[in-house]
């Protein structure tokens, strides 16, 4: 476990080599994979093939061996050049329940290609249309059957299945009515997806606000090997929460991303347009708006980088890893509505990518976790208030 100095030169070597790489996926590339509603496949092949979505894998199986610390700066530089790491965030983290919980021959499996890029993970089947926060009351069931489980259930907002090879998903194993605690009894299984949609798995597309391909996904009577469960049969639950402190740092570090980009444009635009004869940022009802939302931005920056230090030093980072993901996506958002109200009516026009960053900045503030749950965290376990639910 390393203490790894953000301000590095080899963590300046990657924001300048991510930098590189993003400026040839400009403001018009980005436009035209909103307008058609497509997959940026480009990009991330572009990403895959330099080795950035290996990051967090170890050298052994192929990837690259970084810490949170420098995986985060990779993403923070993907938001900040105006791409949306949504499309790609999966592949660098969902391999980790794989990697911490997977048994020697999964982890030889399947790895070295999660790190090349020859197998896609980036689909994570968690949220259920019944239960939704309340992921122990999960529904869909994986029934043993000799050496298959049986699955049977729905899920719902599950991302990139169209552009995956495998998913995670999970699924209760034992009835809530047999076990002791509700956070027991529930499985993940790594699925194969290149023939599910054959073998008793439907995927629909769920249009939204974004350019975010999800999706509704019934199982009926699919079978997964029973070699595909991952860890002990029960266990997932608590699986999937040793992977939270990471996925909320680096969540928190693409937060961070667009509140810099936000803050650039809004800046840039303040300098420039003139109106009354004068650049619109000499006005103070202009200028001290952009400076809060920057000084509330650094201070979430430094957060997030207490959180992936203790994080990377193996220290407990769950209320710094929440506090980052908390500010951070606040510190985005303030920051995107500061950059739309800049521009006036211009931040609406497709063409200044205000807009589009401004509805993907939106939706940290609900997925992949909502901020009421980030704050009843910090309540109950890092204040130490009532349990409310
Ligand atoms: C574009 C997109 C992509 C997504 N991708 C994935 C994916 O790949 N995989 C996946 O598994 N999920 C995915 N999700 C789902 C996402 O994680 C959930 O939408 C999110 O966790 C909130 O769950 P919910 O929508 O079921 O809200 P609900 O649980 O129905 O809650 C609705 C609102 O009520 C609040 N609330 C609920 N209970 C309480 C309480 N006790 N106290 C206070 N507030 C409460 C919530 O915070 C929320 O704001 C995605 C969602 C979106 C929109």
Known sequence: MADINPRSSECQAYRLAIRDLCSRFDSAYWQQVEEHSSYPE???????????????????????????????????????????????????????????????????????????????????????????????RTRTVATRAGDRYIVNGQKVWISRIQHSDLMLLLARTTPLAEIKKKTEGLSIFLVDLRDAERQGMTVRPIKNMVNHETNEVFFDNFEVPAANLIGE???????????????????????????????????????????????????????????????????????RYEAARLF??????????????????????????????????????????????FRETRLYQVAPISTNLILSFIGEHVLGMPRSF
């Open 42 to 136: 480009a990009f991330v092949k572009a990403l895959t093939e330099a080795g950035w979505l290996a990051a967090l894998i170890p050298e052994q199986y192929g990837g690259g061996g970084l810490s949170v610390t420098e995986a985060s700066v990779i993403l923070e530089e993907i938001n900040r050049s105006g791409a949306n790491s949504g499309a790609c965030h999966a592949q660098m983290y969902i391999m980790g329940a794989l990697l911490r919980h997977g048994s020697e021959e999964q982890k030889e499996r399947y790895l070295p290609g999660i790190a090349s890029g020859a197998l896609r993970l980036q689909s994570f089947a968690v949220t259920e249309p019944t239960t939704g926060t309340d992921t122990t």
């Open 233 to 303: 049969e029960g266990k997932g639950f608590r699986y999937i929460l040793d992977g939270m402190n990471a996925e909320r740092i680096l969540i928190a570090a693409e937060c961070i991303g667009d509140g810099y980009w936000f803050i650039d444009k809004a800046r840039h635009y303040a300098n420039e347009r003139i109106v009354f004869d004068r650049p619109i940022g000499k006005n103070q009802g202009v200028q001290f708006p952009i400076a809060r939302a920057y000084a509330n931005l650094r201070a979430a920056d430094l957060m």
């Open 312 to 357: 990377d030093t193996g220290q407990p980072a769950g209320a710094e890893a929440n506090l980052a993901k908390l500010l951070a996506a606040d510190a985005s958002w303030e920051a995107g509505n500061v950059c739309l109200q800049t521009f006036g009516g211009f931040g609406f026009a497709v063409e200044y990518d205000v807009e589009r960053k």
